[in-house]
């Protein structure tokens, strides 16, 4: 379960991220077959771009018209890659966090097993 005002807050570590480098950042999320919509409503706040925190309201898609689940999953879960920030670049050596709260009108929300962010370094030419 999910309550609403439960912020996960993941702070990224600097000594594995590097100013002027490019990096891709994803959430990642886990439902079970119990999740009840086929939408996800997220806040999102990041100190990444800049030391001011910015925000933004995702609405992330995890099944079709259908009701056909969209991510990949097996044995009752399915697991959904939300492109979030593309190819950006720290800008010093800091505290970064990404904190993350759901925004759906169920309270508490059911059916989310796992959310997390991933971090890739980008490849250039590649």
Known sequence: MWYSDSVLVFKI???NIHPGKKY???IELTTNHSYPYRNLLLYV???ITSPVYQSDTLH???ADEYGR???AGTGGLNQFSLNYLAAVV???VRIYELK???SMINNPLIGVEKAGV???EVNIGS
């Open 90 to 92: 720290p800008d010093s």
């Open 100 to 102: 993350i709260r759901q």
């Open 45 to 47: 706040e990041h100190n």
């Open 13 to 15: 570590d600097t000594a």
């Open 60 to 62: 992330c898609l995890l």
């Open 24 to 26: 891709d950042i994803t």
């Open 118 to 120: 991933k971090i890739t």
């Open 69 to 71: 689940w969209l991510g």
